[in-house]
């Protein structure tokens, strides 16, 4: 059974900075593209980075490019996202995800997708 964990989520105020972290089980990590996202409310789910635990080839959404940095770590199954100089705009739930893909400044989830249950992230003004 495929799981994804999401912690680490909380608030914090603008220019702070959170870690995310996504551990992953029941399939083969280290061969994947695994991916971050994030809903507020009332709004569209957006992609904000994507990363490949073959090569470490890694995509981010023009919204958080030189700002957020995804990794993993693939000896735990676990990725990151470190998340600084944090915005008001970036609250939302964030979700880990299999399966996505980036170009051109956007992230999206592909067709063999699983989530977790997500964390959230609140910046305050």
């Known amino acids: 059974e495929v799981q994804l964990v999401e912690s680490g989520g909380g608030l914090v105020q603008a220019g702070g900075s959170l870690r995310l972290s996504c551990a992953a089980s029941?399939?083969?990590?280290?061969?994947?593209?695994i991916g971050w996202f994030r809903q507020a409310p009332g709004q569209e789910r957006e992609g904000v980075s994507c990363?490949?635990?073959?090569?470490?080839?890694?995509y981010y959404a023009d919204s958080v490019k030189g700002r957020f940095t995804i990794s993993s770590d693939n000896s735990k199954n676990t990725v990151y996202l470190q998340m600084n100089s944090l915005k008001p705009e970036d609250t939302a739930v964030y979700y880990c995800?299999?399966?996505?893909?980036?170009?051109?400044?956007?992230?999206?989830?592909?067709?063999?997708?699983?989530w977790g249950q997500g964390t959230q992230v609140i910046v305050s003004s």
């Open positions: 995800a299999t399966d996505c893909h980036g170009s051109m400044g956007t992230v999206v989830a592909g067709p063999k997708d699983y």
């Open positions: 029941g399939f083969t990590f280290d061969d994947v593209a």
């Open positions: 990363i490949s635990t073959s090569d470490g080839s890694t």
